[in-house]
């Protein structure tokens, strides 16, 4: 099993572009998260999903949207890159109930010029 | 309002002795708390965790207390090693209210040889 994967691993944006970042879980998990990490500020959750079909807004999710077609993937969408979006993005899944372990991903380190 | 706090954003100690990371929380209404470890440019990775119900929860090296009146829980790792450093995340969920994790800003743990 290959777990969590996250494509793409690096991406430099201009101020105003758009991109898309792929989770990918073979695990066959419900649950699937996006979060931030920003230096000295922890994980925040952008997005979340609790099935295929179904997403919610986390605590950060201004400027971001989020698509879960099948099961195995949830994609991250910025519209219109800004400065302020270069962080570290992690991916996330759990098998049934939420307050399980999450297996995350190895990361995207996305920087907005 | 940071719901999690982990109010030492750093950690130094010698090989073979105790580490106690410390976390407190303000909303007493938590079901279930969890740590997670983070190597550089790596995914956070599940450590332990513990119910509301439970004070204690040991697996190997790692206990982790929990001391509901306080709001504070604790990690102790013994001994520590010098593979346990890395930056450690405490993380709550309200299971009634949402599937989302609340996680704390972490503490980089560093053992020296």
């Known amino acids: 099993n290959a777990g969590v994967t996250q494509t793409p691993k690096f991406r430099v944006l201009k101020t105003g572009q758009s991109m898309t970042l792929l989770c990918a879980q073979d695990?066959?998990?419900?649950?699937m998260y996006w979060y931030r990490q920003d230096p000295g500020m922890g994980l925040r959750l952008i997005h979340y999903?609790?099935?295929?079909?179904?997403?919610a807004k986390g605590e950060v999710p201004d400027g971001y949207n989020v698509s879960r077609l099948k099961k195995q993937n949830f994609l991250l969408g910025l519209e219109s890159a800004a400065p302020s979006q270069t962080s570290v993005y992690f991916c996330?899944?759990?098998?049934?109930?939420?307050?399980?372990?999450?297996?995350f991903g190895p990361g995207t380190r996305l920087t907005v010029l | 309002d940071q719901q999690v706090k982990q109010n030492s954003p750093s950690l130094s100690v010698q090989e073979g002795r105790i580490s106690i990371l410390n976390c407190d929380y303000t909303n007493s209404m938590f079901d279930y708390f969890l740590w997670y470890k983070k190597y550089p440019a790596e995914g956070p990775t599940f450590l332990i965790s513990?119910?509301?119900?439970?004070d204690k929860n040991e697996d190997g090296r790692f206990t982790v207390f929990l001391n509901k009146s306080a709001k504070h829980l604790s990690l102790h790792i013994v001994p520590s090693q010098p593979g346990d450093s890395a930056v450690y995340f405490c993380a709550a969920i309200l299971l009634s209210g949402s599937e989302k994790l609340v996680f704390g800003k972490g503490t980089k743990l560093t053992v020296n040889p």
């Open positions: 513990i119910s509301s119900i439970k």
């Open positions: 996330a899944s759990v098998r049934g109930a939420s307050y399980n372990e999450q297996f």
């Open positions: 999903s609790v099935g295929e079909g179904t997403t």
């Open positions: 695990m066959n998990h419900e649950y």
